[in-house]
C-alpha cells in the first residue's frame, strides 16, 4: 500500500482536490493507497511514498525524487499516466 501526499499552497482547496483525482487513478491503476492532502509547510515533516502537485510548486520540491507533478489537478488521465510512470521507475 503506498502512502501519498497531495500539496497545494494552503493544503485545503487544490489539495482536497488533487487527493480525489489521484484516488480515482490509483483505483484505475489498482494499487491500493491511504492519501492525505497538506500544505506546502506542513508537508515537509510528513513521510510518505511520494507526493503529487502541480507544476507551479517544481521549485520547492527541487531537492526530491519522490515528487509526480501535474498540470491539471482534475484530469484523471494525466494523473493516472505520471503516477504510472512514476511507479514505473521505482520497481
Known amino acids: 500500500m503506498y502512502k501519498i501526499i497531495t500539496v497545494c499552497g494552503?493544503?485545503?482547496g487544490s489539495s482536497l482536490i488533487l487527493k480525489m483525482t489521484v484516488d480515482s487513478a490509483m483505483?484505475?491503476?489498482k494499487e491500493k493507497c491511504k492519501i492525505e492532502h497538506w500544505d506546502m509547510g506542513t508537508v515537509k515533516g510528513k513521510e510518505c511514498d511520494?507526493?503529487?502537485t502541480t507544476e507551479g510548486f517544481r521549485k520547492n520540491f527541487a531537492e526530491q525524487n519522490n515528487?509526480?507533478?501535474v498540470n491539471n489537478i482534475m484530469d484523471v488521465n494525466?494523473?493516472?499516466?505520471k503516477i504510472k510512470t512514476y511507479l514505473d521507475s521505482i520497481k
Open 67 to 69: 515528487v509526480v507533478f
Open 10 to 12: 494552503l493544503g485545503v
Open 50 to 52: 511520494f507526493i503529487v
Open 27 to 29: 483505483s484505475q491503476l
Open 78 to 81: 494525466e494523473v493516472k499516466e
